[in-house]
């Protein structure tokens, strides 16, 4: 079975450090690659895919086949970048979550 | 376009009860999906319905089922439930589209069981 394993619960960065979100994909065929956020109250959304290799919000995130990686990277994090992240999967028509990363910038 | 809406968005039962959730889909959008999402365990995939059709499921027991209305609607239905399903259940609709494998979430149903 596919799957999609986040290491970090939690990760707490200054404002301004680098932030590095992990995620990691069981490798099977060729799965499209997603990051979606959670912000307080709000609804889980998507902040980027691999196929765009758009930067959204200062956010990118290299598809790493080798590693089976996907990782999420921003070089100067911000507060309003405090959310639940969702690292997925979609291969042979399933999606696949990672349990998620709280990431929390502290002023 | 309105979101995806989903009601109630909250729930309170008690073990051994059934329960139905409703999802309403964007607009033109005809792939409803469904997920359990708890602290631990993160978002876990329950089914998708396509034109009416469940065309994926997840790895749930037989007391989850769903289904999908012409109008694309969607119900989920849980039955004899188990303390366990506290949780908050999310709907998702795909577009028809290139981007068909973009899921746009609704805010939920946050389901108590006692």
């Known amino acids: 079975a596919q799957r999609v394993t986040q290491p970090e619960k939690l990760l707490s960065v200054f404002k301004g450090a680098p932030v590095e979100l992990k995620c990691n994909y069981s490798?099977?065929?060729?799965?499209?690659l997603f990051w979606y956020v959670q912000y307080s109250r709000q609804r889980l959304q998507l902040l980027l895919r691999?196929?765009s290799r758009e930067s959204i919000k200062g956010f990118t995130a290299d598809l790493n086949k080798g590693e089976t990686s996907f990782h999420l990277k921003k070089p100067f994090a911000q507060e309003e970048d405090s959310a639940m992240y969702y690292c997925?999967?979609?291969?042979?028509?399933?999606?696949?979550f990672g349990s998620g990363t709280k990431l929390n910038v502290k002023p | 376009k309105a979101g995806v809406t989903q009601t109630p968005r909250y729930l309170i039962k008690t073990r051994g009860q059934q329960v139905t959730l409703s999802c309403s889909p964007i607009?033109?959008?005809?792939?409803v999906s469904w997920y359990q999402q708890t602290p631990g365990q993160g978002l876990q995939f329950l089914f998708e319905?396509?034109?009416?059709?469940?065309?994926n499921k997840g790895n749930f027991p037989g007391r989850f089922s769903g289904r999908q209305f012409s109008n694309s609607r969607s119900e989920m239905n849980v039955s004899t439930l188990e303390l366990g399903d506290s949780a908050l259940y999310l709907c998702?609709?795909?577009?028809?589209?290139?981007?068909?494998?973009?899921?746009?979430f609704g805010a939920g149903t946050r389901l108590s069981v006692l």
């Open positions: 998702a609709s795909s577009p028809p589209t290139s981007f068909q494998n973009i899921q746009y």
């Open positions: 490798y099977s065929g060729s799965p499209e």
């Open positions: 691999h196929i």
């Open positions: 997925a999967s979609y291969n042979f028509n399933k999606f696949y």
């Open positions: 607009s033109g959008h005809r792939s």
């Open positions: 319905y396509f034109s009416e059709t469940q065309r």
